[in-house]
């Protein structure tokens, strides 16, 4: 091989080992490559406090502890089979009286899921009074939409009046919400009627808990 063009074929050898070399390893104070940087977890999305709830004219609010799992309280309205199976969280609220709150929140795997599950939880619930009323023929049940909150991707709140045959009435009202890929579910309750519900402060807290989340 004459000389020239074996000087010129070490060079190149010699261009393509420090070029291997220098691939492998990262300058002091150069940042690592993209796949190298650990990701943060996400922040897990935060829930109402007790004085976000609609004011009881005679009873304090108390909040429960943040608790895994989807809440029976929603199942009379939601069944615990009547939605996909996500990773809920939730958290229930009392008062010393009759009045009872919940907030459950899932984080799902996109945007478009939210998007749908928040769809499917809103049909649920516009279904609510007919599905009681089917499946017991002692109670009378009215539903009613109260209309949509521009908060983050929106939320919508609806009504649930019921009525046993013996006597008992409740007014419940239900919301849910979504931020991105994370649904929120809101419902209030006690005994009474339509003209017991306190719309106008349970909007406000709708708009808070889907506002809160992030």
Do not use: N
């Amino acid at each position: 091989m004459p000389m020239r063009t074996r000087a010129a074929a070490l060079s190149a050898i010699a261009a393509l080992t420090l070029a291997a070399v220098t691939s492998l390893t990262v300058p002091a104070g150069a940042a690592p490559a993209p796949d190298a940087v650990p990701k943060a977890k996400a922040a897990a999305p935060k829930f109402l406090a007790a004085s976000q709830l609609p004011p009881h004219p005679s009873s304090a609010w108390t909040a429960g502890p943040v608790t895994d799992g989807f809440p029976v309280e929603l199942a009379y309205c939601l069944g615990e089979d009547g939605i996909p199976a996500y990773d809920y969280r939730h958290r229930v609220f009392h008062t010393e009286l009759d009045t009872g709150a919940v907030q459950a929140t899932v984080v799902t795997g996109s945007a478009a899921k939210g998007k749908a599950l928040a769809a499917l939880i809103d049909e649920r619930i516009r279904s609510c009074a007919d599905r009681i009323e089917r499946s017991d023929p002692e109670t009378e049940a009215e539903g009613r939409s109260y209309g949509s909150l521009p908060v983050e991707e929106g939320a919508r709140v609806h009504g649930l009046h019921t009525a046993t045959s013996w006597g008992a009435t409740d007014i419940h009202l239900l919301s849910v919400g979504r931020d991105g890929r994370t649904v929120t579910v809101v419902s209030w309750g006690r005994m009474g009627d339509f003209d017991d519900a306190p719309v106008a402060a349970f909007k406000k807290t709708t708009t808070k808990a889907v506002d809160k989340l992030y």
